[in-house]
């Protein structure tokens, strides 16, 4: 069987990763969630004096960008990559919600951008990679073989967050999640550098009615007809 790419973009949280990460273990394919790096970058900015409230020292971040190293390596007990940042294993930390408050203006920034697509590049050169994110098909990888674009409620979405982050035990409000669902999808939608758009090639999914078990067996089903 050849070797493909898959990009997955669509909304905040509505099952990409969760879809991307399965098929790639099960395929054997390098799984990257390149949310996680613009959180990465995210919490870095936080811990390191860059935001001032909710303004962004963009002069600052600019010159430290080249010292922030994203990688991943593999939780042994989860089976699923953790997001390292310098070293550090941040897995956690880039999950809260100040995070989540902050990531979408940090993702507006051009260079931030430049910086983060060329080491997604670089991770995909040997091609047996799915990554998802918000311009994947669009601007990382225009030439993959399987694009898909999910979709799906922003009150689904939101409780489907809700309940992620109960059942880990972090404290929840679910209208502060919907507010920062939508927030997000405005700002990734509208943003003027790779703003979150449909590639004209690639599949789209709504999975508001999908379980997590048919939404997997739908790109499975998508992926062995391309893959052959
Ligand atoms: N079809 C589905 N039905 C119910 N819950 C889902 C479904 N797909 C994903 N989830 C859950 O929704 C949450 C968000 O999924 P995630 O894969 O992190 O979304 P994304 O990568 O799009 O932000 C996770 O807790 C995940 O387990
Ligand atoms: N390829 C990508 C991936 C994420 N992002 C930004 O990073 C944020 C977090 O991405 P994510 O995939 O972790 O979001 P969730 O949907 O998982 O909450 C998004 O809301 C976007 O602002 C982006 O701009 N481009």
Redesign the pocket.
Known sequence: MKKITIAIDGF??CGK?TMAKDLAREVGYIYI????M??AVTLYSIENGIFNGDVIDTEKLKKEIKNIRISFQLNKETGRPDTYLNGVNVENKIRSMEV?SK??PI?TLDFVREEMVAQQQAMGKEKGIVMD????GTTVFPDAELKIFVTATPEIRAQRRYDELKAKGQEASFDEILENVKQ?DY??QNREVSPLRKAEDALLLDNTDLSIEEQKKWLFEQFNKVSK
């Open positions: 905040s949280s990763s969630d390149s949310g996680a613009y959180r989540s990531v979408s993702s994110g918000r311009d994947i997000r700002i990734d």
